[in-house]
């Protein structure tokens, strides 16, 4: 086999490769990203019943309805909409309400928001990233929120 | 005194490194020993002063001098002495600071040990080592001196993070740094190739075992983290796909692709220029690391830093030295001479088909950890590529990569035989399908494409047996020959083996892990007993106990099976007053390698407990599996071909005349 041979043989073998590993991304990125919404987001884009998103936005104070076994209900809020989530499992430690929350899931049929993971962080000045840049983008943002941010709390979660 | 002392020593590294970036590589031009020489002694002077710095840290923090801003916001004076001194790595002053002392031991090492390096070759090395360490310098001492003052001094400090306050920050961070650091002497080696427009067989000589070091150390680092992270954060996950986590992954992909294609550059002197790039890539992949977890840009478990200058800087540094060697790269790589011919067939073929693959699944890595980042800046959109897109893209390429994994030892070098190889490995394929009978018959019902993947990893696990077997003659001749013959293999044959089957045997522990995991959480009140696989767990109680920094609340679990008590487990939930932040420690009782694990939730207002159980079969196969690659790394660095190094000319004339 001559030296140009070889040199075909496996340009046309990495060729192959990336194709398929390309195809394999964009078929990955076709299904498994997750979009980020804030309540008032969900509400506007219509996300259909099953789709899985990240919802963000603060627990709404009084809202949180601990049921049997774990079961757990409560509401997010980002200042104009509310979504109520159900989630079964252990809450991360420091999830409060009035504060900051990221769950994980889709909505079912009648609206609900069932969560099979909710992130909060372990700080109690904390306010996840994403969703203080959202209500900062709505008008939501008091200043006290980010004064004391600090990063080095790392982010807890809990997921069935 | 000693905070002032400490700042000193790092400026005095950072002159240092600056006479050691040029002067060598001038030296190099006029073809002037002395001035080349000068590289060595700024070397192991640098790593001295930068040892004194990272000491005085040290010190600061064993003493808690909370007049150091770093020490008061990262110590406290009730901090057990072994988080004293682990807290040190534990914040980004810190932890910056032992990265460029590691970078310095690296550059020391090359220094006392270089001496069978041509000279310039070694001054090339250690110069463009110092350029990666003044650059780093200059970020410590502009955007996050460790050593600052703070004009009114505080009695007590604000205490490291909780989550911090384990052993697993003794091991993982200076072993992963190690691991990402090891890469910049490949990347050091490389340039200097490049520089010299010379390479050979004996620079992939020396370039090897260093790469190996760094590949071990990263190895354990990871394995290390990841079981750190799954006792510690109470949800019994190893991987997350975290950004931080691909951070680490993306250069070992990479530095095990670069691995082998030193092996074959070494042996058959071919794909002289694909190592080259691969061991600038690696390099650039530790830099991404540093960058991606020191910048802050992720708001992830281990960013730290805050402050935008830091990542603007950071950025600039990677830019610099990515952009350069790559430039460096296409200006020089067409210099550089074409190698031996082999046929697609063939031990290079293999391992250029390894290399292929490897490369593939760090790029898809590569794009799910950087492109929510880039969609974010660009179109502010935010999204989060977790772990599916990972299982869709990354698993689909390894399935090939170790399907070819037994076939590379057992082709030859130049011109292999796949019959011949395929021959030899019938036993492993049999065993490989007997295995996925059995495990499908047993969990019939089940996942179809667990067995699938566990006679994958026997596949892989007994090719290496056979390949061993082949080398001794094992079963083919005298017990005795074999022996004889064991004895004679060289070590990287041995540690080869070890390396490849530790992925089958990682790869078994993934698969049950995530399939035949079971669970239970939910709430429990003293004397209740949870059902889990088999195995009964009464919770007898809970008690209050005060440990140095923090209240603890501990739960006793009596685990029995089959009616017969087998152990007790403790699961308990601290709680730190000085940051008001609490910490789940998870209880784990090992049977085997699979595990039971206990982590606590809140208590309710009935004073039931929320508890979460997992079984978890096998799981601690996961860490065995790098555990075993790092073994054969070490064997294989153990060989004596690696350890002797190229004979100059005149040292073997020498050595024939006294064998007359």
């Given amino acids: 086999m001559t030296r140009k041979q070889r040199r075909l043989t496996m340009i046309g073998g990495s060729l192959a490769v990336l194709a398929v590993a390309a195809g394999l991304v964009l078929n990955a990125m076709r299904d498994s990203i997750v979009f980020f919404s804030t309540p008032s987001m969900a509400a ?31 509401s997010v809020a980002d200042g104009s909409a509310m979504l109520p989530v159900a989630y079964k499992g252990i809450l991360p430690d420091l999830f409060r309400e009035g504060q900051g929350v990221i769950a994980e899931g889709a909505l079912d049929a009648s609206g609900v928001f069932k969560a099979d993971t909710v992130l909060a962080k372990h700080d109690e000045t904390y306010m996840p990233k994403d969703v203080a840049d959202a209500l900062k983008k709505q008008g939501h943002w008091k200043d006290d929120y980010g004064a004391k941010t600090s990063a080095s709390a790392p982010t807890q979660g809990a997921s069935k | 005194m000693i905070a002032e002392a400490g700042h000193y020593a790092l400026v005095l590294a950072l002159a240092l490194a600056l006479i050691q970036s040029t002067v060598p590589i001038a030296g190099a031009r006029w073809n002037d020993v002395a001035l080349m020489n000068v590289a060595r002694s700024t070397a192991l002077a640098q790593l001295l002063f930068v040892a004194f710095s990272f000491t005085a840290l040290v010190m600061l923090h064993v003493t808690s001098d909370f007049s150091v801003v770093n020490v008061f916001e990262n110590s406290h004076s009730m901090k057990p002495l072994i988080y004293k001194i682990t807290g040190v790595w534990g914040n980004h002053e810190g932890s910056m600071l032992l990265w460029v002392s590691i970078l310095a031991l690296f550059g020391g090492l090359v220094a006392a040990f270089g001496n069978n ?89 020396w370039v090897r075992p260093w790469t190996l070091v760094a590949w071990i150390f990263l190895t354990l680092g990871i394995a290390m983290g990841s079981y750190w992270a799954y006792y510690e954060l109470g949800w019994g996950g190893w991987w997350f796909w975290d950004p931080v986590e691909n951070a680490s992954l993306m250069p070992w992909l990479a530095g095990t692709a670069l691995l082998h294609s030193a092996v074959v550059m070494e042996k058959r002197n071919a794909l002289k220029v694909w190592t080259i790039l691969l061991s600038i890539l690696t390099f650039s992949l530790s830099l991404l690391g540093t960058f991606l977890v020191r910048s802050g840009v992720l708001t992830s478990v281990h960013a730290f830093a805050t402050d935008p200058t830091r990542g603007v800087f950071i950025l600039l540094i990677l830019c610099l030295f990515i952009g350069g060697g790559l430039s460096l790269y ?23 088909l390894n290399n292929l693959f490897l490369t593939t699944a760090c790029a898809t890595v590569f794009i799910g950890t950087l492109y929510p980042l880039a969609l974010e800046v660009l179109t502010n959109d935010k999204i989060s590529v977790g772990a599916p897109f990972f299982n869709l893209t990354f698993g ?31 036993a492993a394929g049999i065993a490989a399908l007997i295995i996925v009978a059995v495990v499908w018959a047993w969990t019939y019902g089940g996942s179809t494409f667990a067995p699938l993947a566990i006679g994958l990893a026997i596949f892989v696990i007994s090719g290496a047996v056979s390949d061993l077997a082949e080398r001794l003659a094992l079963f083919r001749g005298p017990f005795a020959v074999s022996m004889q013959r064991a004895r004679g293999l060289p070590r990287a044959s041995w540690g080869t083996a070890f390396a490849h089957a530790g992925v089958g045997i990682a790869l ?28 009964e767990l009464k919770l007898d109680g809970v008690t209050q106990r005060q440990g140095p920094n ?105 050595a024939l005349q006294a064998a007359e």
């Fill in chain 1, 44 to 74: 506007e884009k219509h996300i259909p019943a099953g789709k899985r998103f990240r919802l963000g936005g603060l627990v709404q104070p009084g809202s949180l309805v601990r049921g049997d076994n774990l079961a757990v209900s409560f």
């Fill in chain 2, 117 to 205: 390096l041509p000279l310039s070759l070694r001054a090339h090395v250690l110069a463009v080592q110092a350029w990666i360490a003044s650059a780093f310098y200059l970020f410590i001492l502009v955007t996050s001196n460790p050593f600052l003052r703070i004009a009114n001094p505080p009695i007590e400090g604000r205490d490291l993070n909780p989550v911090l306050q384990d052993i697993g920050l003794a091991v993982h961070p200076p072993m992963l740094y190690l691991g990402y650091v090891g890469f910049s002497i490949s990347f050091s080696f490389a340039v200097a190739a490049l520089i010299e427009g010379r390479i050979d067989a004996a620079w992939a000589r």
């Fill in chain 2, 330 to 352: 296409a200006w020089r790589a067409s210099a550089l001479k074409q190698g031996g011919l082999f046929a697609p067939i063939s031990r290079e073929g293999a391992l250029v």
């Fill in chain 2, 396 to 426: 689909p390429l390894f399935v090939p990569l170790m399907l070819a994994m037994p076939f590379g030892p057992l082709l030859a070098w130049k011109r292999g035989d796949l019959l011949g190889a395929a021959q030899r490995l019938t």
């Fill in chain 2, 508 to 535: 078994i522990g993934i698969v049950c892990e995530t399939t035949w995991n079971s669970e239970y959480i939910g709430s429990m009140k003293p004397d209740a007993v949870a059902k889990l696989a088999g195995y």
């Fill in chain 2, 550 to 654: 923090f209240r603890e609340m501990i739960a006793q679990f009596t685990v029995s099976l089959d009616g017969k008590t087998l152990s007790v487990m403790t699961p308990s939930k601290r709680n730190f007053t000085t940051r008001g932040s609490s910490t789940t420690e998870a209880a784990l009782l090992t049977r085997g390698a699979s595990q039971l694990y206990i982590s606590l939730g809140d208590t309710t207002a009935e004073g039931a407990l929320a508890v979460r159980i997992y079984h978890k079969p096998l799981v601690l196969l996961i860490w065995w599996g790098p555990v075993l690659m790092a073994f054969g790394g070490m064997l294989s660095l153990s060989d004596r071909r690696l350890r002797v190094g190229a004979p100059k000319p005149a040292k073997a004339s020498r």
